[in-house]
């Protein structure tokens, strides 16, 4: 399995890894032979192995927060193809990582188009269910940003067409973070990432979830520079989980 991993930390600690519980949501295992299911146990064990290395450079470090962006299939939120991080580190840099994700629907012309991600793209990449299993606990444990809503709606989206619990946490916007900032933009160019790329001298490539996550960090560190504030002031802690069941 092929996670695709955009950056990767020089240093890895495994330590920190979380624990795997195999859940079946309905239906039978799909092998009745023991024989056959104990090689699938073993084949399984396998591709979260690999999820767990890409997953290291994340592991290995605590972040002051995490900004988080999805790129979809289709107009479905729950098809989301790639998930990006950017971490923001204490010194004021920033990690990227994204990860492709096999979206099991199909991808339409418009948003291929729009992120350059197709089928063949995907192809080899996790589901979302097994990747989000990896990333949930990361996430968690961190304050999360968002470019607008519409992540956290895909996020929710995907967690209840995979029959997951859809994660009860706060997510800020580093929109409204951009407006408080900048509020001369508004009228004037707006507060999406295409014109703050300019009107802030970003560089990432629009449309990229790894990419448009670095960006939504930074917009959030060049906020606290301008408006002369403490982190927690635009970005507050992690605050008590409340899972959304998915009924």
């Not at 492709?100 to 089928?119: C, D, K, R, S």
Request: glycine share 8%.
């Amino acid at each position: 399995m092929n996670a695709h991993p955009t950056v990767l930390a020089s240093s890895c600690r495994a330590e920190a890894r979380p624990t795997w519980v195999v859940h079946w949501w309905g239906g039978t295992p799909p092998y009745e032979r023991v024989d056959l299911l104990l090689d699938w146990l073993d084949h399984l064990a396998m591709e979260l192995d690999d999820l767990h290395q890409v997953m290291a450079p994340l592991w290995a470090e605590d972040f002051r927060f995490v900004a988080l962006d999805v790129e979809t299939a289709n107009r479905e939120a729950a098809s989301i193809c790639q998930i990006g991080l950017g971490c923001a580190r204490g010194d004021g840099s920033v990690l990227t990582w994204s990860s492709y994700v096999n979206p099991q629907m199909a991808f339409t012309p418009f948003n291929t188009e729009l992120h350059g991600i197709g089928a063949a793209t995907v192809a080899g990449a996790p589901v979302f269910s097994q990747l989000w299993a990896v990333l949930e606990p990361f996430l968690a444990r961190h304050a999360l940003v968002q470019h607008s809503r519409f992540d956290e709606k895909a996020i929710d989206a995907a967690c209840l067409h995979h029959g997951l619990p859809r994660p009860g946490w706060y997510w800020v916007d580093s929109v409204k973070v951009a407006r408080k900032a900048w509020p001369e933009f508004k009228g004037n160019g707006g507060h999406g990432l295409g014109h703050l790329k300019e009107a802030l001298g970003l560089e990432f490539q629009h449309h990229d979830a790894g990419e448009d996550a670095r960006a939504s960090a930074q917009v959030v560190l060049a906020a606290q520079d301008r408006l002369g504030v403490g982190l927690a002031d635009l970005v507050p802690p992690p605050k008590p989980v409340q899972l959304k069941l998915p009924f």
